[in-house]
């Protein structure tokens, strides 16, 4: 399979590389083709509409918004910023006209299995009136209307971020001027309304209200109603009047973000120009009063159901089987063994979501936090989720009067809220926090225990390549190392006590780590460089040469170069890297010993290693970085080596796993992607398996 993505173009400022934006969406594609597989369960299909959905919504809230305030606040980047945006957005309505006709053969496909999205049309008398009868008691009270005017003194009505909004045409009176109207679907009510009498049959929500809206505005004219949808900019956005405190001042802008200007309306196929324009007029002037724009660009015009999320309601029967993916067997090297013990037994690399991510990392922390010969807890928390056993457990560890230092990375993207209040907790309980570090996000995932053991003081480390999140450990495949080599918690400590000021001195990212780890921003870029180069002059020298990596992105083109340069040596290149990539593989004189795979599946490959052949001593690095301008210049991210041969052999097998997976996307030099093809099972099936095979007999 072939999927040629028509605006995957070069860079505009680089003919070598590829442009990030388009890379990311072909991406999208990648992860659509899942919702094209018939041999994935129907639920997990509809499952796939949805993620692409939240993936469309966040690049929209993020990257799109930064290049609307380029190309009205930049005059030297506004062209430029234009120009990616009318291309971007050109391929986004390919990508929604894709997801229109996969989510109307999903659902053909689930009218096979007998559920049924029905429209208000195909309805009988006797179903509309109980309907009806529905809106009136259930929905119609909950309903406020507001008009849509453009006159001086009369703003747009605040259009939340995400909601779901009804624009209603009407006259005052039969020849009257037409006028716009209003209102937000309520949201305590399901998109996907049961229809009475048919099991297993539902309808959308908009078409009920539309059918009704007469009742809404009973004195006037109502000629159309057409259901609209805005997503604003997600940015946090900091004022001199937050003051000084960190943690308040996030709190306060998180309640501000919802005030962030309009970046997209997305509208349903019939509704008027005229009523849009209204609309994109209103926010645009919204947008002025801070100093931003909005044009008729950011309308994008939708065939079928907006935020095609809302699939995931219809009423499957449990009981049915092979609808959803079956029950993931997960396996523990922990099991009937504590786990201190057992690391201290020698290193531990486990690999989620097929090693149990509560079973291993959680019962880590929790195991140190109840141990009574445990004196200090060390953790960085960039997305622990709500509830959160891991902090809960940094929560207890503090009660019980250990030393307990956090930090918590207050701006990690929408997790803000949620991060603010596990700080908080934290310090109440007595623990030490520091609020991440001023001009870089703490993107290391790496926590510390320090165990009295006799006269000894033993130092236990975890380095991780996600986050302490165990609904991510269940969904993203990742990479836990657990160790107790004294060099790794003396590079640890390192770490801790610079980011937490415990050294003397202003908490600060650390210019580098005094034994074997690698820390962003001062360290990494160049070590990375150094050991590309290096075996770029062992290939020029005759020597045995070879790079190996599996990221989540390559985007620095600064990295893509050097690996330019290891091809022209020789080099053979091989990489997995799962979203953009500005690379262009196998382009002759150029790049011709690089191979560029991405590996989409049940689970959002997330794991971080690489591998330097090194004339034969080779090294493997595993962590947070993936290569990107952000991970190597403004985030503290850590890679540590991974030494134990057992380990090594983990690596080599689980490089060579994806590398080969017969259902892996190839990059080729005109940046489309097509798929291997090939025979045996995925990477993750491989995995899945290996765990089953691990587990006891029952």
């Given at each position: ?22 890379s990311?969406?072909?991406f ?18 509809f ?84 309907l009806h009868?529905?809106?009136e ?105 937050d ?8 709190d ?9 200007p ?93 090693d ?32 959160s ?25 929408f ?13 109440r ?50 990479l836990s ?34 034994r074997e ?26 020597r ?9 992105a ?49 689970f ?14 080779v ?44 259902t892996?996307?190839?990059l ?10 090939g ?9 899945a ?10």
């Amino acid at each position: 399979m072939t999927f040629a993505h028509p605006l995957l173009t070069q860079s505009e400022h680089d003919e070598d590389l590829l442009e990030a934006e388009l890379s990311l969406l072909a991406f999208q594609h990648r992860v659509l083709s899942l919702a094209a597989d018939p041999a994935v369960p129907l639920v997990e299909r509809f499952r796939f509409l949805g993620i692409v959905t939240s993936n469309l919504d966040e690049l929209y809230m993020v990257r799109m918004a930064e290049l609307r305030r380029a190309a009205s606040e930049d005059p030297e980047e506004s062209s430029v910023a234009a120009r990616t945006l009318a291309r971007v957005e050109r391929a986004v309505q390919d990508i929604m006209a894709r997801m229109d006709s996969l989510a109307a053969a999903c659902l053909a496909d689930a009218a096979r299995c007998g559920v049924q999205l029905l429209r208000w049309e195909t309805l009988t008398p006797e179903e509309r009136g109980s309907l009806h009868a529905l809106y009136e008691r259930d929905i119609h009270p909950t309903l406020h209307s507001h008009a849509v005017t453009l006159s001086t003194g009369h703003p747009i009505p605040h259009l939340a971020h995400l909601g779901l909004f009804m624009a209603v045409v009407y006259r005052d009176q039969e020849g009257g001027r037409l006028r716009v109207a209003e209102h937000e679907l309520p949201g305590d009510v399901p998109r996907l309304l049961p229809v009475p009498g048919r099991v297993g049959t539902v309808i959308p929500l908009e078409d009920v209200l539309r059918a009704n809206v007469a009742a809404l505005y009973p004195d006037v004219l109502v000629e159309s109603a057409h259901l609209f949808r805005v997503t604003r900019g997600g940015d946090l956005q900091l004022t001199d009047d937050d003051g000084q405190d960190l943690l308040d001042a996030v709190d306060r802008a998180t309640l501000r973000r919802p005030l962030n200007p309009a970046v997209r309306v997305e509208v349903d196929r019939g509704m008027p120009t005229a009523v849009s324009a209204v609309l994109i007029e209103g926010l645009h002037r919204e947008a002025s009063a801070r100093d931003q724009s909005l044009t008729v660009s950011a309308v994008q015009v939708v065939d079928g159901l907006l935020d095609l999320r809302c699939l995931t309601q219809l009423p499957f029967p449990a009981s049915t089987p092979g609808l959803s993916w079956p029950l993931l067997p997960q396996r523990s090297p922990f099991t009937g063994r504590s786990v201190l013990a057992t690391i201290r037994d020698g290193d531990v690399l486990a690999h989620h979501p097929f090693d149990d991510f509560n079973d291993t990392v959680v019962r880590f922390f929790e195991e140190a936090a109840a141990d009574p010969d445990v004196t200090t807890i060390a953790a960085t928390l960039y997305r622990v989720g709500h509830p959160s056993p891991v902090a809960g457990a940094l929560l207890l560890a503090a009660e019980a009067g250990k030393r307990v230092f956090a930090l918590v990375e207050l701006q990690a993207r929408f997790d803000e809220e949620h991060n603010v209040r596990w700080a908080r907790a934290i310090e109440r309980a007595g623990g030490h926090v520091v609020y991440g570090l001023p001009g870089l996000k703490v993107h290391a995932k790496a926590a510390l225990v320090v165990r009295r053991e006799g006269d000894l003081l033993r130092r236990y480390v975890h380095v991780g390549t996600g986050n302490y999140n165990p609904r991510s450990g269940r969904l993203y495949t990742d990479l836990s190392l657990f160790s107790v080599r004294p060099s790794l918690g003396e590079d640890i400590t390192a770490l801790f006590r610079a980011v937490s000021g415990g050294d003397g001195e202003t908490p600060r990212a650390p210019a580098a780590l005094p034994r074997e780890a690698l820390v962003a921003p001062h360290q990494l870029r160049t070590a990375l460089l150094d050991r590309i180069a290096r075996e770029t002059a062992n290939a020029q020298a005759g020597r045995p040469s070879g790079i190996t990596a599996k990221v989540n992105a390559l985007a620095d083109r600064e990295m893509v170069r050097a690996l330019y340069a290891a091809s022209l040596a020789g080099v053979p290149v091989q990489l997995v890297v799962r979203g953009i990539c500005t690379l262009r593989p196998q382009v002759p004189g150029l790049s011709e010993h690089i191979r560029v795979v991405s590996v989409v599946g049940r689970f959002l490959e997330h794991s971080r290693v690489y591998r330097f052949h090194n004339d034969g001593d080779v090294e493997y690095l595993i962590g947070s970085s993936d290569l990107r301008p952000r991970n190597l210049r403004r985030r503290v991210e850590l890679l540590v080596p991974v030494i134990t041969a057992a380990q090594q052999r983990q690596l080599d097998e689980l490089l060579a796993c994806y590398l080969n997976d017969p259902t892996a996307w190839e990059l080729h030099a005109d940046g489309q992607y097509s798929m291997v093809e090939g025979a045996g099972v995925s990477a993750q099936q491989h995995y899945a398996q290996e765990a089953a095979r691990a587990l006891p007999v029952a």
